[in-house]
Protein backbone atom coordinates (compact mmCIF):
# COMPACT_ATOMS: atom_id res chain seq x y z
CA UNK A 1 0.00 0.00 0.00
CA UNK A 2 1.69 3.46 -1.54
CA UNK A 3 0.05 5.49 1.26
CA UNK A 4 2.34 3.30 4.28
CA UNK A 5 5.28 3.03 2.36
CA UNK A 6 5.48 6.60 0.95
CA UNK A 7 4.90 9.92 1.84
CA UNK A 8 3.60 11.65 -0.60
CA UNK A 9 0.64 9.53 0.03
CA UNK A 10 0.59 9.19 3.41
CA UNK A 11 0.65 13.14 3.32
CA UNK A 12 -2.35 13.11 0.27
CA UNK A 13 -4.37 10.82 2.03
CA UNK A 14 -4.34 12.71 5.50
CA UNK A 15 -5.54 15.64 3.82
CA UNK A 16 -8.31 13.99 1.89
CA UNK A 17 -9.27 12.95 5.17
CA UNK A 18 -9.43 16.14 6.65
CA UNK A 19 -11.07 17.27 3.41
CA UNK A 20 -13.75 14.66 4.00
CA UNK A 21 -14.16 15.17 7.37
CA UNK A 22 -14.86 19.52 6.49
CA UNK A 23 -17.51 18.37 3.77
CA UNK A 24 -19.23 15.64 6.21
CA UNK A 25 -19.11 18.89 8.92
CA UNK A 26 -20.90 20.99 6.02
CA UNK A 27 -23.46 18.44 4.87
CA UNK A 28 -24.65 18.56 8.66
CA UNK A 29 -24.94 22.15 9.38
CA UNK A 30 -21.59 23.20 10.45
CA UNK A 31 -19.85 26.19 8.31
CA UNK A 32 -16.17 26.68 9.12
CA UNK A 33 -14.90 29.44 6.69
CA UNK A 34 -12.05 30.86 5.46
CA UNK A 35 -10.59 32.25 8.82
CA UNK A 36 -11.48 28.62 10.61
CA UNK A 37 -9.34 26.67 7.67
CA UNK A 38 -6.44 29.38 8.09
CA UNK A 39 -6.31 28.54 11.42
CA UNK A 40 -6.01 25.27 11.21
CA UNK A 41 -3.18 25.66 8.17
CA UNK A 42 -1.45 27.98 10.75
CA UNK A 43 -1.44 25.18 13.40
CA UNK A 44 -0.42 22.44 11.09
CA UNK A 45 2.22 24.69 9.91
CA UNK A 46 3.09 25.88 12.71
CA UNK A 47 3.53 22.21 14.37
CA UNK A 48 6.30 21.57 11.26
CA UNK A 49 7.97 24.18 12.40
CA UNK A 50 8.48 23.93 15.92
CA UNK A 51 8.70 19.82 15.47
CA UNK A 52 11.54 20.40 13.27
CA UNK A 53 12.66 22.63 15.44
CA UNK A 54 13.10 20.48 18.42
CA UNK A 55 14.26 18.04 16.25
CA UNK A 56 17.27 20.19 15.28
CA UNK A 57 18.03 20.92 19.34
CA UNK A 58 17.11 18.11 20.44
CA UNK A 59 18.53 14.96 18.39
CA UNK A 60 20.31 16.40 15.10
CA UNK A 61 22.77 18.87 17.07
CA UNK A 62 23.46 16.50 20.09
CA UNK A 63 24.04 13.78 17.75
CA UNK A 64 26.77 15.68 15.63
CA UNK A 65 29.53 15.21 17.61
CA UNK A 66 29.18 11.66 17.31
CA UNK A 67 29.66 11.61 13.76
CA UNK A 68 32.39 11.26 11.49
CA UNK A 69 33.35 13.65 9.00
CA UNK A 70 32.74 11.34 6.48
CA UNK A 71 29.35 10.63 7.04
CA UNK A 72 28.69 14.43 8.05
CA UNK A 73 29.82 15.26 4.76
CA UNK A 74 26.60 12.56 3.30
CA UNK A 75 24.30 14.29 5.64
CA UNK A 76 25.46 17.70 4.43
CA UNK A 77 25.06 16.68 0.88
CA UNK A 78 22.48 17.48 -2.02
CA UNK A 79 19.38 15.90 -1.23
CA UNK A 80 20.11 14.50 2.39
CA UNK A 81 18.27 14.43 5.32
CA UNK A 82 19.52 17.65 7.28
CA UNK A 83 19.06 19.49 3.86
CA UNK A 84 15.51 18.19 3.59
CA UNK A 85 14.86 19.15 6.83
CA UNK A 86 15.84 22.67 6.44
CA UNK A 87 14.13 22.95 3.63
CA UNK A 88 10.61 21.54 5.65
CA UNK A 89 11.74 23.52 8.42
CA UNK A 90 12.21 27.32 7.20
CA UNK A 91 9.33 26.93 4.93
CA UNK A 92 6.98 25.92 7.69
CA UNK A 93 7.78 29.07 9.39
CA UNK A 94 6.79 31.43 6.36
CA UNK A 95 4.12 29.46 6.45
CA UNK A 96 3.23 29.59 10.32
CA UNK A 97 4.08 33.24 9.67
CA UNK A 98 2.10 34.26 6.88
CA UNK A 99 -1.16 31.97 8.01
CA UNK A 100 -0.87 34.01 11.41
CA UNK A 101 -0.33 37.43 10.60
CA UNK A 102 -3.82 37.22 8.16
CA UNK A 103 -5.36 35.81 11.61
CA UNK A 104 -3.79 38.21 13.39
CA UNK A 105 -5.62 41.14 11.06
CA UNK A 106 -8.52 39.43 10.85
CA UNK A 107 -8.87 39.21 14.61
CA UNK A 108 -7.77 43.27 14.95
CA UNK A 109 -10.53 44.10 12.43
CA UNK A 110 -12.72 42.59 15.39
CA UNK A 111 -11.19 44.48 17.72
CA UNK A 112 -9.82 41.93 19.67
CA UNK A 113 -7.23 43.25 22.04
CA UNK A 114 -5.40 40.37 24.25
CA UNK A 115 -2.03 40.78 24.51
CA UNK A 116 -1.11 37.02 25.12
CA UNK A 117 -1.66 36.75 21.23
CA UNK A 118 0.53 39.94 20.54
CA UNK A 119 3.34 38.83 22.66
CA UNK A 120 2.91 35.33 21.09
CA UNK A 121 3.36 36.68 17.26
CA UNK A 122 6.18 39.01 18.66
CA UNK A 123 7.62 35.88 19.95
CA UNK A 124 7.02 34.29 16.67
CA UNK A 125 8.40 37.31 14.33
CA UNK A 126 11.35 36.63 16.11
CA UNK A 127 12.05 32.90 15.56
CA UNK A 128 10.96 33.30 12.05
CA UNK A 129 13.60 36.47 11.37
CA UNK A 130 16.23 33.85 13.55
CA UNK A 131 15.20 31.32 11.38
CA UNK A 132 15.59 33.64 7.60
CA UNK A 133 18.19 35.45 8.69
CA UNK A 134 20.71 33.91 11.14
CA UNK A 135 20.30 30.21 10.92
CA UNK A 136 19.55 29.79 6.98
CA UNK A 137 22.34 32.00 5.68
CA UNK A 138 24.45 30.19 8.76
CA UNK A 139 23.48 26.69 8.07
CA UNK A 140 24.19 27.27 4.04
CA UNK A 141 27.93 27.45 5.38
CA UNK A 142 28.07 24.87 7.17
CA UNK A 143 26.48 22.30 5.04
CA UNK A 144 28.40 23.74 2.32
CA UNK A 145 25.67 25.28 -0.34
CA UNK A 146 27.95 28.41 -0.30
CA UNK A 147 31.53 27.97 0.08
CA UNK A 148 33.09 28.96 3.21
CA UNK A 149 36.50 27.88 4.83
CA UNK A 150 36.58 25.52 7.97
CA UNK A 151 36.75 28.33 10.66
CA UNK A 152 34.10 30.22 8.45
CA UNK A 153 32.19 27.11 8.60
CA UNK A 154 32.76 27.02 12.73
CA UNK A 155 31.39 30.61 13.23
CA UNK A 156 28.49 30.02 11.28
CA UNK A 157 27.60 26.72 12.81
CA UNK A 158 27.82 28.82 16.45
CA UNK A 159 25.74 31.64 15.02
CA UNK A 160 23.40 29.31 13.68
CA UNK A 161 22.93 27.17 16.92
CA UNK A 162 22.74 30.17 18.95
CA UNK A 163 19.86 31.36 17.20
CA UNK A 164 18.38 27.60 16.71
CA UNK A 165 19.02 27.56 20.83
CA UNK A 166 17.41 31.14 21.27
CA UNK A 167 14.16 29.66 19.33
CA UNK A 168 13.90 27.29 21.38
CA UNK A 169 13.78 29.27 24.49
CA UNK A 170 11.39 31.54 22.80
CA UNK A 171 9.42 28.43 21.57
CA UNK A 172 7.94 27.63 24.67
CA UNK A 173 6.68 30.89 25.95
CA UNK A 174 5.22 31.53 22.51
CA UNK A 175 3.07 28.08 22.45
CA UNK A 176 1.63 29.38 26.00
CA UNK A 177 0.67 32.65 24.79
CA UNK A 178 -0.91 31.00 21.63
CA UNK A 179 -3.19 28.42 23.04
CA UNK A 180 -3.65 31.23 25.91
CA UNK A 181 -5.49 33.40 23.45
CA UNK A 182 -7.94 30.63 22.06
CA UNK A 183 -8.48 28.78 25.25
CA UNK A 184 -7.81 31.62 28.19
CA UNK A 185 -6.49 34.35 29.22
CA UNK A 186 -3.09 35.10 30.66
CA UNK A 187 -3.33 39.04 30.21
CA UNK A 188 -6.09 41.67 29.87
Partial sequence: MK???????????????????????????????????????????????????????????????????????????????????????????????????????????YGADGWDIRLGALLAIVMWFNVWFIIWPNQKKVIGIVSATPEEKAAAGKLALYASRTNTILSIPMLLLMVASAHFRLFG
Fill in 3 to 109: ILTDHRYAIGTGFGLAALLLLIGLSSGAAPNVMDISRYLHVLAGIVWIGLLYYFNFVQVPSLPGVSADTKADLFKEGSIVRRALFWFRWAAMATLILGLGLYMHLVG
